[in-house]
């Protein structure tokens, strides 16, 4: 009471004083003796409730009979007028105005009787008759008066209780009021027109850590907000100022520097004139809540982030007890499905009737003894997405059992297969092309071998020249495996084939533009490469110190018609003879040559050197050309 | 080439894209008293076997350039030259009997040749 009294703006405090006060004047009273307790004395009588109406003329009469009898024994030679008046005058004032007049027709007749004994005795002189009347027509104005007087005590009395009545309703009001505000945890402030704080609540103060008000009153409220919140806060105040109602979301912090969310609803109090004459301010510390709402935000972001970065199509959640099956957005945007219905509850026919017809059966299956057993459900099927195709996907989710065994629900998501599936088949692919190429590679070396064992003159030189072949061979199948065998570049491909007989860059030196080659043509001219580079090394240039191979190639116009040439220009070697017995490296290097690249190989034993010629369509030779690879 | 020899003589054609097995092929067969007709694709092929109608044995990859592989190679040849032995070589997985021609002999790559010449010794002349 203390503090409301202290901190209750405008009329709160006046009216508290007011009621204050008349309690006061209420206890003076009450103590005040003497005079003035007589005369509350006579009041109270006066006011209190009258008897009944027989009761009231009864006793009138009874005093007025009695005050003639003690006149008539007591004053008999006496007329005695002034015993009856002021017997008539308390009689009006505390018995009302009715018993009053009674009183005073007893006591003029009472009068009258006295007069008859009196000369003239039987009958009433004129002069008699005008005193009776005279005596009658003052006590009728004395009761007339007492009537007026007690009317007026009366009501004064009813307007004293009614007013003590309601002082008290008040006292009480004043009293709920404030102890509703002292317990809302709503920090409730009052302004004035220019925004300063006049008043805020007990629980207020509490919420906003404010230990003394005074040290605040009259603080321009806008302050307290920081960044947004102030111009909202400003924006506020000129709404309320201008009779309107507005709320906003801020940041503050509390007198003791907690930063707190606070929800704000600033209003207009109106003054008698129906204009706004102060401003109140609800703030509602929504920190906890935000914090909330913040963390709850945050975790839908992370499913969101999940959902949308992988092949994740959609999530269901199934009640099987209501049958109530509910998915997200994604999932009814994906297969053409009312976004609202999925919320609410899709039919589960609606579902299947989008399984492929193949995999409708197997799927209810699975569905079934996924809900039987209870705990993990995977299962890939087919479905008609929205654009009418047919796509492979697996659900995947849980079906949660009741204690006793019954299926609760059955959540889950769809994950889009349909790039694994063609991954896996591309695999299967791969490794049939793969085993294909495997046993290709294996009929060459088959081949090769044979063709080594066959013009071999010993086996030793069958194993050298075996080994260093498929060596050869090792070369050109890894610039093959580095392009996925499906075409070589032609100047690794030398460097490969060249570099075992060493020397590259000083004795054998490569010149050509980048052409690339088919994966077949690429491993016979490795070998054949190989074979040059080894009768180099046995005969030719490569024999001695000071001979050199200089291998050269171009490509001479464009398209699948240009023409590829390739040289082999051997100088400086010892002096050169053609060979006696052409063995598997002459036949390998023209004949292969001609018929995988299609054109003319020509050996050529000049005196300087051996010179090898490759003269070839390059549409044969490079990519394109319709040799198998 | 050109000379005739009767049905059931030492004639086989082979037809292979890949050069270093159709050489290693052609010298076998001619180290052992062989005519051998060889064709890097189907079409060579079959203007082989229009000009020498002594060819005895057919042997023929699969997989080859062209608009005809070894496949339809074999089913022509069984077609316009019934009596001659067919071989059909792949790298492939076996081909199944409903795709080879009648009497035909499928042959995994890589093969022995050893074999395949002990298979067309077997076999009834014609």
Redesign the interface.
């Known amino acids: 009471m203390t503090t409301g009294t202290r901190s209750h703006p405008g009329t709160g405090p006046t009216s508290l004083t007011a009621g204050k006060g008349w309690w006061s004047r209420s206890a003076a009273l009450r103590r005040t003796s003497g005079a003035q307790s007589v005369l509350e004395r006579i009041r109270a009588v006066v006011v209190a409730a009258r008897p009944s109406a027989a009761v009231r003329y009864g006793l009138a009469a009874f005093i007025i009979v009695g005050i003639a009898l003690l006149r008539s024994f007591l004053f008999a030679s006496f007329p005695g007028f002034f015993l009856f008046t002021p017997a008539i005058v308390v009689i009006a004032l505390v018995l009302g105005g009715g018993a009053g007049l009674l009183a005073n027709l007893l006591a003029t007749v009472c009068v009258g009787f006295v007069f008859l004994d009196i000369e003239p005795v039987g009958t009433l002189s004129p002069a008699q008759w005008a005193v009776t009347t005279l005596f009658a027509a003052t006590n009728l104005g004395l009761t007339g008066l007492v009537v007026a007087l007690r009317i007026a005590l009366v009501a004064a009395d009813t307007s004293q209780a009614s007013l003590s009545r309601s002082v008290v309703a008040t006292v009480e009001r004043e009293a709920f009021l404030t102890s509703v505000l002292a317990s809302s945890t709503d920090c409730i402030k009052v302004l004035d027109l220019d925004g300063k704080l006049t008043f805020m609540s007990e629980g207020g103060q509490r919420v906003m850590e404010v230990s003394d008000f005074n040290a605040v009153e009259g603080c321009p409220w806008p302050d307290f907000w920081t960044s947004s919140g102030h111009a909202e806060a400003v924006a506020a105040l000129a709404g309320a100022r201008e009779g309107r109602s507005s709320d906003f979301v801020g940041r503050a912090s509390t007198m003791q520097g907690t930063p707190k969310w606070w929800h704000v609803a600033v209003s207009p109090i109106r003054g008698a004139d129906g204009r706004p004459d102060r401003i109140l301010s609800v703030s509602r510390d929504i920190t906890a809540l935000r914090e909330s709402e913040a963390r709850a935000e945050v975790n839908a972001e992370r499913v969101r982030l999940a959902l949308a970065a992988g092949a994740i199509i959609g999530t269901w959640f199934w009640d099987i007890p209501s049958d109530r099956f509910t998915v997200d957005e994604a999932f009814a945007t994906n297969f053409g499905l009312d976004p609202a219905l999925g919320r609410e509850g899709i039919p589960l026919a609606q579902i299947v009737e989008t399984v492929h017809p193949d995999d409708q059966a197997k799927l209810a299956a699975a569905i079934a003894e996924a809900i039987e057993r209870g705990g993990r459900y995977a299962h890939q099927y087919r479905v008609r997405r929205r654009d009418g195709q047919y796509y492979w996907l697996e659900a995947n989710g849980r079906v949660d059992l009741a204690p006793d065994g019954r299926p609760l629900s059955f959540p889950g998501v769809l994950l889009d297969i349909e790039e694994r599936r063609a991954a896996e088949e591309n695999m299967r692919l791969l490794n ?1 092309e793969l ?3 495997l ?2 590679v ?7 071998t ?2 080594t064992l ?1 013009n071999a003159s010993d086996v030793q030189t069958a194993s050298e020249n075996l080994s260093a072949r498929l060596v050869a061979l090792g070369a050109a199948t890894d610039v093959l495996t580095n392009a996925s065998w499906r075409s070589a570049d032609l100047k690794e491909l030398v460097e490969r084939a060249l570099a075992p007989h060493g020397q590259l860059g000083q004795r054998i030196l490569l010149d050509g533009p980048s052409v690339t080659l088919q994966p ?1 043509v690429a ?2 001219l490795v ?1 054949a490469l190989h074979e040059l580079a080894t009768n180099a090394a046995k005969y030719g240039a490569l024999s001695n110190d000071a001979g050199t191979v200089a291998v050269d190639w171009r490509v001479d116009g464009e398209g699948p018609e240009a023409r590829f040439h390739l040289t082999w220009q051997e100088r400086g070697g010892p002096p050169v003879q053609a060979p006696t017995r052409r063995g598997f490296g002459s ?2 290097i023209e ?2 040559l001609k ?2 690249f299609g054109g003319t190989a020509v050996t050529e034993f000049q005196p300087e050197g051996l010179v090898f010629t490759l003269d070839a369509r390059m549409g044969d030779a490079a990519l394109g050309n ?3 690879a | 080439m050109g000379q005739s020899t009767p049905i059931g003589s030492n004639t086989i054609l082979i037809v292979e ?9 052609i ?2 067969f001619e ?1 052992r008293g062989w005519r051998v007709y060889e064709a ?1 694709r189907a079409e060579q092929a079959i203007a082989l076997l229009d000009r020498h109608q002594n060819i005895r044995v057919v042997l023929t990859d699969v ?4 608009s005809m592989d070894g496949l339809k190679l074999a089913h022509y040849v069984r077609e316009r030259f019934p009596p001659t032995l067919l071989f059909v070589v792949s ?3 076996p081909l199944s009997a409903n795709a080879l021609p009648a009497r035909a002999t499928f042959i ?4 022995d040749l050893h074999h395949v010449l002990r298979q067309i010794e077997r076999s009834p002349v014609g």
């Open positions: 049939g085993a294909h190429r046993k290709n294996l009929a060459v070396v088959q081949s090769v044979r063709q066959r077949q491993v016979s070998l036949t390998l004949r292969s018929s995988y319709g040799k198998k | 894209d890949e050069a270093l097995l159709r050489f290693d092929m010298e076998f180290d890097e997989q080859m350039p062209g790298g492939h997985a995994p790559k890589p093969f």
